[in-house]
């Protein structure tokens, strides 16, 4: 199946409003010099970005997305950003990211309360499953993932697979330089998390579900990750604050 290649920065906790615009229209004119078109770009700002990026970005085909958000759409929860706040100014958040998980004690429950409620709100979840590296070394990354996407994406409302999108981080491969090795990754996919995706939502819609791969992907590495068959785009981090090494993970998506 023809799955439309995603290239996602996660600028995490990084830039300034103005740093943001900055870095977005170096974006924007790397873009034009691009073959338009046969892959789709996501950036994820910090909240404090979103506006301004929205209101750069309004004629131009590069997506926008939050980076968490709380299942409620609004209410006495101080600090926290509603469904309905992001779906002003984006089409995707990303959820049950491993720091999300980690440093803030996310649970697959609360990551399935966000995710069903992102769906009601007509925004696409990004949802980060991933296993640590000690329970890799266990044996048991297959388990935790089927595990995280059962426990994650139960009741999750979708019809097609455009209104879901998932990302295969190791939590090992996040930030640290390593990067899992491209085949193991493309067979993860295909005997893990294809078969929970086709369980969950029946044969057409999970197979149209794309699934990203994360973690110290750069512009070095991106081209082995993206002609995997089984890898549709990246969650890039790191890499997605220098302008030059995105636009170069996006041409090799194309
Ligand atoms: P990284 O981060 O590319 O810096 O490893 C990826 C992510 O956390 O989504």
Same mark, same amino acid.
């Given at each position: 199946m023809k799955r439309t290649p995603l290239i996602a920065g996660n600028?995490?906790?990084?830039?300034?409003e103005a740093q943001a615009v900055t870095l977005a229209r170096k974006l924007l004119w790397g873009l034009t010099r691009l073959p338009a078109g046969g892959v789709e770009v996501l950036l994820c700002p910090p909240f404090t970005a979103l506006s301004s990026l929205h209101k750069l970005l309004i004629s131009d085909p590069i997506r926008l997305g939050g980076q968490n958000m709380h299942a409620? %759409? +609004?209410?006495?929860? %101080?600090g926290e950003i509603s469904p309905l706040m992001l779906a002003e100014f984006c089409q995707y958040v990303i959820l049950g990211h491993s720091e999300r998980r980690a440093l803030?004690?996310?649970t697959d429950e609360d990551i399935n309360l966000k995710a069903r409620s992102a769906v009601q709100h007509g925004l696409v979840p990004i949802l980060c499953v991933g296993e640590t590296l000690a329970e890799r070394q266990a044996g048991r990354a297959e388990t935790i993932i089927y595990a995280q996407l059962m426990a994650g994406l139960q +009741?999750?409302?979708?019809?097609?697979?455009?209104q879901l999108v998932i990302a295969y981080e190791p939590v090992w491969a996040i930030g640290t330089g390593q990067t899992a090795t491209p085949e193991v990754v493309n067979q993860l996919i295909a005997a893990t998390i294809r078969p929970a995706l086709v369980r969950l939502f029946g044969e057409p819609v999970g197979q149209a579900i794309r699934v990203l791969y994360g973690g110290s992907v750069n512009a070095g590495n991106a081209v082995v990750f993206l002609s995997q068959?089984?890898?549709?785009g990246a969650l890039v981090?790191?890499?997605?604050?220098d302008s030059d090494a995105f636009l170069a993970i996006v041409s090799a998506a194309l």
């Amino acid at each position: 199946m023809k799955r439309t290649p995603l290239i996602a920065g996660n600028w995490k906790m990084h830039l300034t409003e103005a740093q943001a615009v900055t870095l977005a229209r170096k974006l924007l004119w790397g873009l034009t010099r691009l073959p338009a078109g046969g892959v789709e770009v996501l950036l994820c700002p910090p909240f404090t970005a979103l506006s301004s990026l929205h209101k750069l970005l309004i004629s131009d085909p590069i997506r926008l997305g939050g980076q968490n958000m709380h299942a409620s %759409t +609004q209410g006495a929860f %101080t600090g926290e950003i509603s469904p309905l706040m992001l779906a002003e100014f984006c089409q995707y958040v990303i959820l049950g990211h491993s720091e999300r998980r980690a440093l803030f004690q996310e649970t697959d429950e609360d990551i399935n309360l966000k995710a069903r409620s992102a769906v009601q709100h007509g925004l696409v979840p990004i949802l980060c499953v991933g296993e640590t590296l000690a329970e890799r070394q266990a044996g048991r990354a297959e388990t935790i993932i089927y595990a995280q996407l059962m426990a994650g994406l139960q +009741q999750v409302g979708i019809h097609r697979g455009s209104q879901l999108v998932i990302a295969y981080e190791p939590v090992w491969a996040i930030g640290t330089g390593q990067t899992a090795t491209p085949e193991v990754v493309n067979q993860l996919i295909a005997a893990t998390i294809r078969p929970a995706l086709v369980r969950l939502f029946g044969e057409p819609v999970g197979q149209a579900i794309r699934v990203l791969y994360g973690g110290s992907v750069n512009a070095g590495n991106a081209v082995v990750f993206l002609s995997q068959p089984e890898i549709d785009g990246a969650l890039v981090g790191g890499a997605s604050l220098d302008s030059d090494a995105f636009l170069a993970i996006v041409s090799a998506a194309l």
